[in-house]
């Protein structure tokens, strides 16, 4: 399995998820390759997910010679993937591909850039829509958002989330790149939560902006500037 144990969070360490979130950072890829990086990144983290943690079960199978014992995923049935518009679109295109029958939940949820970072790290964060499927205990539940910065947004996302559903039996937020302090304030704030990236970055800037990162995911991915 090409996951790690990091502190706070899981790293996929997969070769072809560091080889396509290498081109997302490089500031000359355009936006169709962009968007399309993000979704083979989701493609792969949803594969790794699968592997890292879903069971499987033996099932007879007739092939066109014979019967033989084969193995097949449990629970691809109970997924549910949360979309944190909109950069997480084509991320969470991707995840479809490995999770095609997921249900599928929206919030659209981002930072006041205006009022800027507060003195504890954090901004005000405007949510303007929220749909949401029912949660079950057997369901694996998937936060897609490709960036995790100050875990602002993640937090308030999440409380959307959890409020009045039964515990999942399993959560995960998953990012492409993360920043150390979010990476604490939400494992803080949600320790049930697993969080799983594909890197850990080194910091954030005063206007609280990952470093190194890959600029604004939403849009390089839509080219809105």
Same mark, same amino acid.
Request: glycine fraction near 8%; aromatic fraction near 4%; hydrophobic fraction near 40%.
């Given at each position: 399995?090409?996951?790690?144990?990091?502190?706070?969070?899981?790293?996929?360490?997969?070769?072809?998820?560091?080889?396509?979130?290498?081109?997302?950072?490089?500031?000359?890829?355009?936006?169709?390759?962009?968007?399309?990086?993000?979704?083979?990144?989701?493609?792969?983290?949803?594969?790794?997910?699968?592997?890292?943690?879903?069971?499987?079960?033996?099932?007879?199978?007739?092939?066109?010679?014979?019967?033989?014992?084969?193995?097949?995923?449990?629970?691809?049935?109970?997924? $549910?993937?949360?979309?944190?518009?909109?950069?997480?679109?084509?991320?969470?295109?991707?995840?479809?591909?490995?999770?095609?029958?997921?249900?599928?939940? $929206?919030?659209?949820?981002?930072?006041?850039?205006?009022?800027?970072?507060?003195?504890?790290?954090?901004?005000?964060?405007?949510?303007?829509?929220?749909?949401?499927?029912?949660?079950?205990?057997?369901?694996?539940?998937? $936060?897609?958002?490709?960036?995790?910065?100050?875990?602002?947004?993640?937090?308030?996302?999440?409380?959307?989330?959890?409020?009045?559903?039964?515990?999942?039996?399993?959560?995960?937020?998953?990012?492409?790149?993360?920043?150390?302090?979010?990476?604490?304030?939400?494992?803080?704030?949600?320790?049930?939560?697993?969080?799983?990236?594909?890197?850990?970055?080194?910091?954030?800037?005063?206007?609280?902006?990952?470093?190194?990162?890959?600029?604004?995911?939403?849009?390089?991915?839509?080219?809105?500037?």
């Amino acid at each position: 399995m090409t996951i790690e144990d990091r502190d706070d969070a899981h790293v996929i360490t997969h070769a072809l998820a560091k080889d396509t979130l290498s081109k997302l950072r490089d500031k000359h890829t355009e936006q169709v390759a962009f968007r399309k990086g993000l979704v083979k990144l989701g493609r792969i983290a949803g594969y790794e997910v699968i592997d890292g943690a879903m069971e499987t079960e033996y099932v007879s199978i007739e092939t066109p010679l014979t019967e033989t014992t084969g193995e097949r995923v449990k629970g691809l049935d109970d997924v $549910v993937i949360i979309n944190v518009l909109r950069a997480a679109t084509p991320f969470v295109e991707g995840l479809l591909k490995a999770f095609p029958r997921a249900k599928q939940g $929206v919030i659209s949820a981002g930072r006041d850039e205006d009022a800027g970072m507060r003195e504890d790290g954090q901004f005000p964060i405007t949510v303007d829509y929220v749909k949401l499927p029912d949660i079950r205990e057997e369901d694996t539940v998937i $936060v897609a958002d490709p960036m995790l910065a100050t875990g602002s947004t993640m937090c308030t996302v999440l409380d959307a989330v959890l409020d009045d559903q039964p515990d999942p039996e399993n959560l995960f937020v998953l990012s492409a790149v993360s920043a150390p302090d979010g990476l604490l304030r939400v494992s803080e704030q949600f320790p049930e939560a697993d969080l799983l990236t594909v890197s850990i970055d080194d910091h954030l800037d005063e206007n609280g902006y990952i470093i190194p990162g890959l600029g604004d995911a939403g849009d390089r991915a839509f080219r809105t500037q």
